[in-house]
């Protein structure tokens, strides 16, 4: 724990103008990040007598090791800022909102030569236009089989179109009418576009008018008596209001805004949004956070804003944000938000009439939101906690291990001997951080030495970035080229190993060579669950029920599950390998034609250079450069089939008919048979 008084900057040293400000820890990771009209003002909050502040503030700055800042010319670029630096350190202590699911979105591909309409999650892409988001997908695909009947747009994705393109026949829905089927050239790429403006714009909540178009239209041919065109139009217009009935109105005046209601605690909030667009609800989100920080309302309303529409510009920004309570102040965030839009934007809290009553339906699914949350996750929270204090008391440990480290090796026979290593923070695995790696010291089978190595690897690269940064290096040295944090530049409280003594004394070992003597080091063996410590001759056993051992459990398998992984795909591409590999200039395509026409590497290492140039696209060159690669390699050891010894002919080409190793079925001669072998 550091005393705040330790970095405190001196008198006079913080300026009293905007700006935004970081806390660091002792490994100079980023813990915190906050903005101030007046940094001198803010700042100093935080260094007073510990006893007065909040306690979620005394653990952060007790925590921290460093502050620094960056001083801007107004509000509104503070708050950019701080954004920015949000997202680009993600910040322990800050407010960070998690959705609870990925929310799909219906995505109109206005970028492509011909739009398609789609179902998208994840990050927004340049050039597409999106609704939403939806709760379901299935509901996406409602609507749109509505729609389609009356806007044929492309739904099919590249590969289908360009074979349809290709055969020159559409799919299905080109032959139901529900796809203008541009592939074949029914519409012309301009009569396409339009046709996706058109449902664009009618997603976008533009309906009436193109309603009344189509009822004026089945009027005229009724009239000239078309009455089965009069009968379509009929149905495309039903199509549409059942489209429409799946969205109540809840605006009358056809407004476009978001509500946001914030529901919380002592210890978490949850916020929900309405997206109105139209005045029909057109899409509905939720998140939850901890409140890691003293957090208000307004505050909590001005982080969802800054998560809603940080990434957001032009109509995806609506002109109207209706919330609880207004950020303090309420100018610069008013203002960042016109900028994202383009043009004004009306933050405020609703007072009176449909938009006050719609505010109490988000704020009810807001308080619903957390209260389901924290029925789902008391549990888990306790558990994890739990089980942190469990391996903290077995193992003797100063505090809890909040970042947990574990390392496997596996390989099959002593061949493709690999390593893996996961790791686990607050309980919960971060795979981000996962690492593998290559045995690279020596050859052959030996679980100790190869752990001693990996330990060796993983810690010395962990020195080389802490003595590169330095005590006060700027945060950016933890990052690579990619803006992304180094691999090795934050070490574990506790670091596990796949197994027993030799394992563990491997480890310790290998911490010992490079003086590191902060970490602790155990083994979990697999056969009776023990875990062992350096320089122990008995095990620590821990109760079958205890939560420790079962998180150490769950950590174990998950290293052991990522290094077998790495494992079974080095080994598949070693067997995949060919002879025609090494020939320069061999692409993939024409490597298939030799094989599809020779029927194996055998066949064809026995073939005339005049017979290899019979192969479409193979000329006599190639030809020549084939033939010698294939006399230079050695062939391959036939295959035997292990149930009854029979030897086969033609495997050489090493994609077998069968699966090695199933009962009965060939397995290559040399090769490992992994029903006797046994990966590890």
């Known amino acids: 724990m550091a005393d705040p008084s330790s970095y405190r900057p001196r008198p006079g040293e913080i300026p009293d103008s905007p700006g935004v400000y970081k806390f660091r820890d002792e490994h100079r990771r980023v813990i915190y990040v906050g903005k101030a009209k007046s940094l001198r003002q803010r700042l100093a909050n935080y260094f007073q007598d510990l006893a007065g502040l909040h306690p979620r503030t005394r653990t952060m700055v007790t925590t921290a090791a460093s502050v620094e800042w960056t001083v801007v010319s107004t509000e509104v670029e503070a708050l950019q800022l701080e954004y920015s630096w949000i997202k680009e350190f993600d910040p322990r202590f800050n407010v960070k909102y998690r959705d609870d699911k990925s929310y799909p979105y219906l995505a109109v591909t206005m970028n492509e030569e011909y739009p398609r309409v789609q179902v998208m999650r994840g990050h927004k892409k340049k050039g597409v ?14 609507t749109v089989d509505l729609l389609l009947r009356v806007f044929p747009v492309r739904t099919c994705s590249a590969g289908v179109f360009k074979n349809a393109a290709r055969t020159g026949r559409p799919c299905l829905l080109g032959y139901i009418g529900k796809c203008s089927a541009p592939c074949v050239g029914r519409v012309s790429e301009e009569e396409h576009r339009e046709l996706a403006e058109e449902f664009s714009d009618f997603m976008a909540g533009r309906t009436g008018t193109y309603i009344r178009r189509l009822e004026q239209r089945m009027t005229e041919a009724a009239e000239e008596m078309e009455y089965e065109r009069a009968a379509r139009l009929r149905d495309d217009i039903e199509a549409l209001r059942k489209a429409m009935e799946k969205s109540a109105v809840v605006l009358a005046d056809a407004t476009d805004a978001d509500l946001i209601a914030v529901a919380e605690d002592e210890l978490e909030a949850a916020v929900q949004i309405f997206h109105v667009r139209g005045g029909r609800v057109r899409g509905q989100r939720g998140w939850v956070t901890d409140k890691v920080e003293d957090v208000t309302t307004p505050a909590l309303v001005e982080h969802a804003l800054q998560q809603l529409y940080g990434e957001e510009t032009g109509d995806s920004v609506p002109k109207e944000v209706l919330v609880p309570a207004l950020p303090d102040p309420v100018e610069p965030v008013q203002q960042w938000l016109t900028d994202r839009r383009g043009s004004n934007v009306s933050l405020r809290i609703p007072q009176r009439g449909d938009k006050k009553s719609l505010m109490e339906t988000v704020a009810r699914n807001a308080q619903q939101s957390l209260i389901l949350h924290k029925t789902k996750r008391a549990s888990d929270l306790t558990t994890r906690s739990r089980a942190l204090e469990e391996i903290s008391e077995a193992l003797d440990l100063d505090s809890a291990p909040l970042r947990i480290e574990c390392y496997d090796i596996s390989h099959l026979q002593g061949d493709d001997v690999v390593a893996s290593m996961v790791v686990f923070e607050d309980g919960l695995s971060r795979k981000s951080e996962y690492r593998r790696f290559q045995i690279k010291g020596f050859e052959g089978q030996d679980d100790v030495r190869s752990m001693h190595e990996v330990i060796t690897r993983r810690f010395r690269r962990y020195l080389a970035e802490k003595e590169k940064t330095g005590e006060w290096a700027d945060g950016d040295e933890l990052k690579d080229e990619e803006g992304r944090p180094k ?69 174990r398998d998950e290293a052991h599950r990522f290094a077998i992984t790495y494992q079974r795909a080095k080994r598949a591409k070693r067997f995949r390998a060919s002879p025609l590999d090494d020939v320069p200039g061999l692409g993939e395509t024409r490597k298939q034609a030799l094989i599809k026409h020779f029927g194996s590497v055998k066949k064809l290492r026995s073939a005339t250079i005049d017979q290899i140039c019979e192969v479409p696209g193979i000329g006599r060159k190639t030809a020549e450069t084939i033939a010698v690669a294939l006399a230079q390699a050695a062939p391959a050891a036939p295959a035997v089939n292990t149930a009854t010894g029979e030897i ?18 060939p397995v290559p001669a040399g090769a490992p048979d992994e029903r006797r072998g046994q990966e590890t």
Do not use: N
Request: aromatic residues 8%.
């Open 487 to 555: 691999r090795f530049a934050y070490p574990p409280q506790l670091v596990v190993v796949d197994g027993g003594q030799p394992q563990v004394a491997a480890a310790k070992k290998a911490l010992d060579e490079l003086g590191i003597d902060d970490i602790a080091v155990c083994g979990l063996a697999k056969r009776l669950e023990e875990v062992w410590l350096p320089d122990e001759d008995d095990p620590v056993v821990l109760p079958r029920t205890s939560e420790g051992l079962y998180l150490l459990q769950r950590v």
């Open 648 to 665: 086969m002919d033609d495997m050489e080409d090493g994609t077998p008919a069968t699966t090695a190793g199933a009962p009965g079925e």
């Open 129 to 142: 236009r999106y609704f939403g988001p939806y709760g379901h997908a299935w509901a996406i695909r409602d």
